[in-house]
């Protein structure tokens, strides 16, 4: 060994290492040390220099098997003169070489090719001119501008309390911005790492040496079980394949290393799980506990959850339930959650810890091009101040024109190509362009790269796959991102990573290379392996979740590992593809059975339970078992709403909101149940039962918008003396828009629904007919601009339907046509009580009375306190000459109609019409006037008479204003 070291000194030996020792790392060591290493981008003047007999070529743990074999063959070939070869390893076969290599004078030399690295770097010290020449990465401008929230972040990180929320938009510098407040934390944790080993060093060794017969073989690296140590966990990025169970269980599994085996116990109990609203507080109290205080956990791509138009959870499911906890928690973990949506508040105290990312201020801007170092581009400055102002500060902007500039376009082509807007079309077609230029080296490296999570450690990805000079010219390129420094002298901590932008990821082909995936996996299972024989927990649990998820992407589940905690994300996104997607229902069967095996209560797995009874039209008592199944043993919101729009779909409109009442009792802290209790109440006609669950609703969230649209809703239909009430509360909805969420078509929908119904409204009780058509033009014109925002909105068509057939106007062709348009595809969902009622309307205008009664008796299977079926089904019997029968549907109407609402009057004026006109023809038939049936008793709550002057007060008392519920009341009985 001495001798060889002798020639490293004397820079005579040309160093090629195996895929088996192989290392970025190592490479990188042996080069600052001036010993050159055989790689991929091996300069042609070093080949040349080592073409000759007194050089020595040291050929360390060479597998001649793989692909090793052929790149020794390869560099063979180029020296030439032949120099001296060495193989150092301690298993040397001549016959296994290959056929190119059997004539090659190759010498054995028996050792260790880890143990020789090892001494080489002992020995040698790294040169200062290597040194230089290979200095510590960091991207140019990427911190430019970002000064403040980088300070606000690095605060953040070290405090305790609730997640710390970094969003914006994609391609704004999130990652950067953490990766760069992670420095000093990394930093920490590898001075603190090397101590300990340092301290600990000895001892291991002579209690290694003690129990193993090679008192030679070197020590394991010494395990730091401190539960107060810094711990960075290894980053979740939210997807079909990592969910809920992903992210409870590295949760449970950091516990069990620090000695809380609490979580972990309960939840690996299969009959006895706890159901969701047990599991969270167990969850809050786990992440309170000291010893997270030096953990940090990276949860990224939580936009997955969120709805893009309007801020909010999409789902209220176990995951959105737990993350929507903890943002009002105070917990040691130092959570960062990274999301591409913003996530809106909508209640006075929330302790979020807000990071919101906006473009670079317009210096900023300037400097980021100006730090390009382009020499010369075409644009005058003031054309250059025009570009940026387009960016938006984006930097991805930015990066493009900075391209485009130094391409040498002007600035007329600049802006025909569109090179400087931050558009997704824009961002993309720049991104594009980029990716033109790979070579078929880069190309192939990115396929493979697709297969590994994001942020990736260089130790993870053998040379092969990306070889050194095809990583930096992608980091040149902007494709790769670099983490910001070199990793230190600790081996496991401070890794330097790689990642590629979310942006690039649509743009490239999927890698559907089943053998190459399926290397992956084994090298995920030999790391898993690895990981617990050191005790690496958290690293062997994600390592096995990766490969889960692959071998599901490649439809081998069957050999998926098992964990300690039940994992099973990958086979509920299959599950539900199968049921919502392809409609293979026996598959779905089969795959939830081996579901339940791992784990019998697993919520999304009961909830999907019961969607594939819906789809498979099983029997009511088999889906209500489901559902009951879940609310008893695995509950949450989302499974409350699903209950409660299946009974609405089968026209059970009282189970319905007996359901979300039962909710609204078991997760009283989530207003969003209310809402769709009190939106439910206000669709079928009853306001006001409405009227105080939204009132409470508003108490909880007085910033929500939707909250106040149905408000002012309920107080338009309650009377003419509320209607200033409920302009109020749509000017208020206007301001929240405006001030705080911009203007969110689906919600500014509803807002023109409510409002439109109101100008309806106001038409009933004008005092001349143009007075009235001016209303109705009005509702008309909001209405059609809420369905420019929102153009399948049912509640929205609908309404428009009745208003063009409430205009005193002859209905033309297109005009029928328009309406049957608007209400066909209500008619089969069995939803909206109001589109079987104006489909009846446009019915009796068009003269076709044959399915009239059965429209009628569909809307009062929705709505049987729904006034309007009844004064439509009295002009159905006026229209047949059965005036009887059409005096009885109009009491029936005035009975179910409050005093206050505007077509009281009407109804009132109907019935006393119609009684005028039986009387004279009563004494002749023997008409009896007096009702068949016993009047409509009406389900809506009771008279404000019976309410106590504390629950009017409550009632009536909200951001403000005050009610008048005592009049608020409907006809008595």
């Not at 004539?103 to 050792?111: C, G, M, P």
């Not at 009974?647 to 319905?656: A, G, I, V, W």
């Not at 939204?694 to 509320?722: K, N, T």
């Amino acid at each position: 060994m001495e001798h060889i070291i002798e020639s490293c000194k004397a820079t005579n030996i040309l160093i090629f290492l195996g895929n088996h020792i192989k290392s970025s790392e190592k490479i990188k060591a042996l080069r600052q040390r001036g010993i050159p290493i055989a790689a991929g981008d091996l300069p042609v003047q070093t080949i040349k220099e080592f073409s000759h007999p007194e050089k020595t070529l040291l050929l360390v743990e060479p597998d001649f098997q793989t692909s090793d074999g052929i790149e020794i063959t390869k560099l063979i070939g180029a020296l030439n003169p032949t120099p001296k070869i060495i193989a150092v390893t301690k298993r040397w076969n001549p016959g296994s070489l290959p056929f190119a290599l059997q004539f090659v004078s190759i010498d054995h030399l028996k050792l260790n090719g880890s143990k020789l690295i090892n001494n080489l770097l002992k020995e040698l010290t790294p040169s200062e001119k290597n040194l230089v020449a290979q200095k510590e990465f960091r991207p140019p401008n990427y911190l430019i501008g970002r000064e403040a929230e980088l300070k606000k972040l690095e605060e953040y990180l070290k405090s305790s309390g609730p997640p710390v929320l970094l969003q914006g938009i994609s391609g704004i510098g999130k990652r950067t911005l953490l990766e760069t407040a992670f420095l000093k934390i990394r930093s920490e944790q590898e001075k603190e790492q090397k101590y300990f080993e340092e301290q600990h060093s000895k001892q291991n060794k002579k209690e290694y040496s003690r129990r193993h017969k090679n008192k030679k073989a070197p020590a394991p690296p010494a395990k730091n079980n401190d539960p107060n140590k810094i711990t960075i966990l290894p980053e979740i990025s939210l997807n079909p394949f990592f969910n809920e169970d992903a992210f409870v269980g590295m949760i449970a599994t950091a516990a069990f290393e620090k000695g809380d085996d609490r979580l972990q116990k309960q939840l690996s109990k299969r009959k006895d799980r706890p159901s969701p609203i047990k599991l969270i507080p167990l969850i809050i109290e786990t992440l309170q506990a000291e010893h997270f205080s030096n953990t940090y956990l990276v949860v990224s791509n939580l936009s997955m959850l969120i709805h893009r138009s309007n801020g909010e959870f999409s789902k209220l499911s176990f995951l959105e339930i737990l993350f929507s906890t903890l943002f009002h928690a105070e917990i040691q973990l130092k959570l960062v959650l990274i999301s591409d949506l913003l996530i809106h508040s909508f209640s006075k105290e929330t302790k979020a810890r807000t990071i919101h990312f906006k473009g670079l201020s317009e210096e900023a801007r300037l400097q980021y091009i100006n730090a390009q170092n382009i020499s010369e581009h075409k644009c005058s400055e003031e054309e250059l101040t025009e570009l940026l102002l387009l960016t938006k500060g984006h930097p991805i902007a930015l990066q493009n024109l900075s391209n485009a500039l130094a391409s040498g376009l002007s600035h007329k082509e600049l802006i025909d190509q569109r090179c400087s807007l931050p558009s997704p079309k824009s961002l993309e077609q720049g991104l594009k362009k980029r990716l033109s230029s790979l070579t078929a080296a880069e190309d192939e490296a990115l396929r493979k790269l697709q297969l590994y999570r994001t942020p990736i450690l260089f130790s993870e990805i053998p040379q092969d796959i990306l070889p050194t000079k095809v990583r930096s010219s992608l980091i040149n390129k902007g494709i790769l991102s670099q983490s910001l420094r070199a990793s230190l002298s600790s081996e496991h901590f401070g890794k330097k990573t790689l990642y590629i932008h979310r942006r690039f990821k649509p743009l490239f082909p999927k890698n559907r290379n089943k053998v190459l995936i399926q290397n992956h996996i084994d090298s995920l299972q030999n790391k898993a392996k690895k990981a617990r024989k050191y005790g690496d927990f958290t690293i062997e649990l994600s390592s096995i979740f990766e490969a889960n998820a692959l071998l599901s992407r490649i439809h081998k589940g069957k050999d998926s590992w098992n964990t300690k905690t039940p994992f099973c994300d990958p086979l509920s996104h299959s599950i539900r593809d199968l049921i919502f997607h392809r409609s293979d229902y026996s598959k779905a069967e089969r795959q939830l059975r081996a579901g339940f095996a791992i784990c019998p209560l697993q919520p999304t797995l009961l909830l999907l339970e019961a969607s594939l009874r819906r789809k498979t039209n099983k029997s009511k008592v088999e889906i209500e078992k489901s559902f009951a199944r879940i609310q008893q043993k695995a509950a949450t919101p989302e499974s409350y709403l699903q209950e409660a729009l299946y009974h609405r779909d089968r026209m059970q409109l009282d189970k319905c909101i007996s359901v979300l009442t039962s909710a609204i009792e078991v997760f009283p802290t989530f207003p969003r149940l209310k809402r769709e209790l009190g939106k439910t109440l206000l669709q079928s006609n009853r306001y006001q039962e409405a009227i105080p669950i939204l009132i409470s609703a508003a108490e909880q969230e007085p910033f929500h918008p939707l909250v106040h649209s149905y408000l002012g809703g309920c107080f338009s239909s309650a009377g003419e003396e509320y209607w200033e009430k409920s302009e109020e509360l749509f000017e208020k909805t206007e301001l929240l828009f405006k001030q705080h969420y911009g203007r969110s078509g689906v919600w500014i929908a509803s807002l023109n629904l409510y409002k439109g119904i109101h100008s309806s409204l106001k038409s009933l009780v004008a005092d001349s007919p143009e007075e009235a058509a001016e209303h109705l033009n009005r509702a008309e014109s909001l209405l059609r601009e809420g369905l420019s925002c929102a153009s399948q909105h049912p509640e929205l068509q609908i309404s428009l339907a009745g208003v063009l057939l409430n205009k005193n106007e002859a209905l033309t062709e297109p005009r029928i046509a328009e309406i049957s348009n608007l209400l066909a595809t209500h008619i089969t969902r069995n939803r909206f009580a109001d589109a079987y009622i104006q489909q009846a309307r446009l019915m009796m205008v068009t003269g076709d009375l044959e399915q009239i009664d059965q429209l009628l008796n569909y809307a009062y299977k929705l709505a049987p306190t729904h006034h309007a079926l009844y004064a439509v089904r009295a002009e159905y019997y006026k229209n047949t000459n059965d005036l009887l029968r059409a005096f009885q549907a109009y009491q029936s109407a005035l009975q179910a109609c409050s005093e206050s609402s505007p077509h009281h009057k009407n109804y009132l004026k109907k019935v006393d019409e119609l009684r005028t006109l039986l009387e004279t023809t009563s004494t002749s038939q023997n008409i009896d006037l007096t009702p068949s049936a016993p009047p409509l008793q009406s389900t809506q709550s009771a008279p404000a008479e019976d309410l106590t002057e504390e629950e009017k007060q409550t009632l009536g008392e909200q951001e403000g204003f005050r009610i008048d519920v005592g009049s608020v009341r409907r006809r008595p009985q």
